[in-house]
């Protein structure tokens, strides 16, 4: 039987289902989904790649991956230093898979060293952060057009939700341009927080507007344009830069292409100083998200994302205490740790699994090997796309002309024929 799994609570409804029965019952399901009036996706790492056919990674490598190849950059002094003095072990479960809380704490030791006015140690520890932004930062400005590619697809299928629900909300931790590129490329107008035209800088109010088009001249009635995505980037991005001789009330600017120079490009909601996650722009983009995650008949669709980030998680947490509130995530539950096919569970997940909630939705597949290699799982972002979002535009077509048919064999029965 399939080893794809959709859990709602504890319950697989696809227990006794081969694999092509599996997909069309959660494309199915998918599509009940696409016609509630609030639906928002969150996007996590695991979106900005994906694995071919022949096992190589396209696209940006997630955290882990990225963190082992920082890592095996940096000096043995560097390691030395960041052990003994900052008191970072590399090899520890916190860093060793995950950047993010590597510049978290090199960023509060920066502030502390600040408040001492240690200029010794802070240009040390300046120097690391800048090595780890620019590490980052070339990983993330490659374009990988064939992770755009899916991004495309996506979107084509996305834009065909009913116009007169609202917009699609896309939240995502990642940094890169992936989103971005895909809606130019498909003309897809889309609001980032952001307005200007030649400089553009942040502005949380544009979160509350709307591209409308003129329906009646005469009475002056306008309807909300059909293809419109809000897009929230939650940890910032490589296009960010804070200017600070801005006369803006926000110094956050966006640049249209991203240039690696001396500003602080931003990359990151660190804890501490001004730009921290409690700051703006971070503060306002999570007030966003926990705003509209709190709106009525509200689901959120989790791709890609390992429930690694507790602030992000609080917020769904307290979401869920909303009894109308959907949660569906497109992940890994259970894995298969080698060929052997000895299991063990994504314990992040597997704690919101153990609620046995029936509000919260569980898609993916056990990751197995084959032939030596681990088989691309369904919950990744390519797969998912191509293999479980239903082709909307389809079935659209096909009601309209269902409907259209049902109405010719009504007006053929009104006929009256000649015998009559």
Same mark, same amino acid.
């Given at each position: 039987?399939?080893?794809?799994?959709?859990?709602?609570?504890?319950?697989?409804?696809?227990?006794?289902?081969?694999?092509?029965?599996?997909?069309?019952?959660?494309?199915?399901?998918?599509?009940?989904?696409?016609?509630?009036?609030?639906?928002?996706?969150?996007?996590?790492?695991?979106?900005?790649?994906?694995?071919?056919?022949?096992?190589?990674?396209?696209?940006?490598?997630?955290?882990?991956?990225?963190?082992?190849?920082?890592?095996?950059?940096?000096?043995?002094?560097?390691?030395?230093?960041?052990?003994?003095?900052?008191?970072?072990?590399?090899?520890?479960?916190?860093?060793?898979?995950?950047?993010?809380?590597?510049?978290?704490?090199?960023?509060?030791?920066?502030?502390?060293?600040?408040?001492?006015?240690?200029?010794?140690?802070?240009?040390?520890?300046?120097?690391?952060?800048?090595?780890?932004?620019?590490?980052?930062?070339?990983?993330?400005?490659?374009?990988?057009?064939?992770?755009?590619?899916?991004?495309?697809?996506?979107?084509?299928?996305?834009?065909?939700?009913?116009?007169?629900?609202?917009?699609?909300?896309?939240?995502?931790?990642?940094?890169?341009?992936?989103?971005?590129?895909?809606?130019?490329?498909?003309?897809?107008?889309?609001?980032?927080?952001?307005?200007?035209?030649?400089?553009?800088?942040?502005?949380?109010?544009?979160?509350?507007?709307?591209?409308?088009?003129?329906?009646?001249?005469? /009475?002056?009635?306008?309807?909300?344009?059909? *293809?419109?995505?809000? %897009? &929230?980037? @939650?940890?910032?991005?490589?296009? =960010? #830069?804070?200017?600070?001789?801005?006369?803006?009330?926000?110094?956050?600017?966006?640049?249209?292409?991203?240039?690696?120079?001396?500003?602080?490009?931003?990359?990151?909601?660190?804890?501490?100083?001004?730009?921290?996650?409690?700051?703006?722009?971070?503060?306002?983009?999570?007030?966003?998200?926990?705003?509209?995650?709190?709106?009525?008949?509200?689901?959120?669709?989790?791709?890609?994302?390992?429930?690694?980030?507790?602030?992000?998680?609080?917020?769904?947490?307290?979401?869920?205490?909303?009894?109308?509130?959907?949660?569906?995530?497109?992940?890994?539950?259970?894995?298969?740790?080698?060929? /052997?096919?000895?299991?063990?569970?994504?314990? *992040?997940?597997?704690? %919101? &699994?153990? @609620?046995?909630?029936?509000?919260? =939705? #569980?898609?993916?597949?056990?990751?197995?090997?084959?032939?030596?290699?681990?088989?691309?799982?369904?919950?990744?972002?390519?797969?998912?796309?191509?293999?479980?979002?239903?082709?909307?535009?389809?079935?659209?077509?096909?009601?309209?002309?269902?409907?259209?048919?049902?109405?010719?064999?009504?007006?053929?029965?009104?006929?009256?024929?000649?015998?009559?």
């Amino acid at each position: 039987m399939s080893e794809i799994y959709f859990y709602k609570g504890q319950k697989n409804v696809l227990a006794d289902k081969s694999d092509e029965e599996a997909k069309e019952e959660i494309q199915k399901e998918l599509l009940q989904v696409f016609d509630v009036k609030n639906l928002s996706f969150l996007f996590g790492a695991g979106c900005s790649s994906h694995v071919r056919d022949d096992g190589t990674e396209q696209g940006i490598p997630v955290m882990a991956p990225m963190a082992k190849e920082y890592y095996a950059t940096l000096e043995p002094k560097n390691k030395t230093y960041l052990q003994k003095t900052i008191k970072i072990n590399i090899e520890h479960s916190n860093y060793k898979t995950n950047l993010e809380k590597f510049l978290e704490v090199l960023f509060s030791y920066k502030y502390l060293m600040e408040c001492r006015k240690n200029e010794k140690e802070l240009k040390k520890v300046q120097a690391l952060i800048q090595k780890t932004k620019d590490f980052i930062f070339e990983k993330c400005t490659n374009r990988h057009d064939s992770v755009i590619t899916i991004y495309e697809q996506f979107y084509k299928k996305l834009v065909y939700r009913d116009k007169n629900l609202t917009k699609t909300n896309i939240f995502t931790t990642n940094y890169d341009l992936f989103n971005e590129r895909a809606l130019d490329q498909l003309g897809i107008i889309f609001s980032n927080g952001f307005s200007g035209v030649i400089n553009r800088y942040f502005n949380p109010a544009v979160f509350n507007y709307a591209f409308a088009e003129q329906m009646d001249l005469s /009475n002056n009635k306008w309807n909300v344009i059909d *293809n419109f995505i809000y %897009l &929230y980037k @939650l940890h910032g991005s490589i296009s =960010w #830069i804070e200017d600070e001789s801005t006369k803006h009330l926000f110094k956050i600017k966006e640049l249209q292409k991203p240039v690696k120079d001396d500003k602080n490009v931003m990359i990151y909601p660190t804890p501490v100083k001004q730009n921290a996650s409690f700051g703006s722009p971070y503060s306002d983009l999570f007030r966003e998200f926990q705003k509209k995650l709190m709106i009525s008949n509200n689901i959120l669709i989790t791709v890609g994302y390992s429930f690694s980030d507790e602030h992000i998680n609080n917020l769904i947490y307290q979401a869920l205490t909303i009894p109308a509130f959907r949660l569906i995530i497109v992940g890994s539950l259970k894995k298969y740790k080698d060929e /052997n096919k000895e299991e063990f569970y994504n314990n *992040n997940i597997k704690k %919101l &699994y153990d @609620l046995n909630d029936p509000r919260i =939705w #569980i898609i993916g597949e056990t990751e197995r090997w084959e032939d030596g290699k681990l088989k691309t799982p369904i919950h990744f972002f390519n797969r998912f796309v191509n293999e479980m979002l239903p082709s909307i535009d389809q079935e659209n077509i096909e009601k309209s002309v269902q409907k259209v048919l049902d109405n010719l064999f009504a007006q053929q029965e009104q006929v009256p024929s000649d015998d009559s």
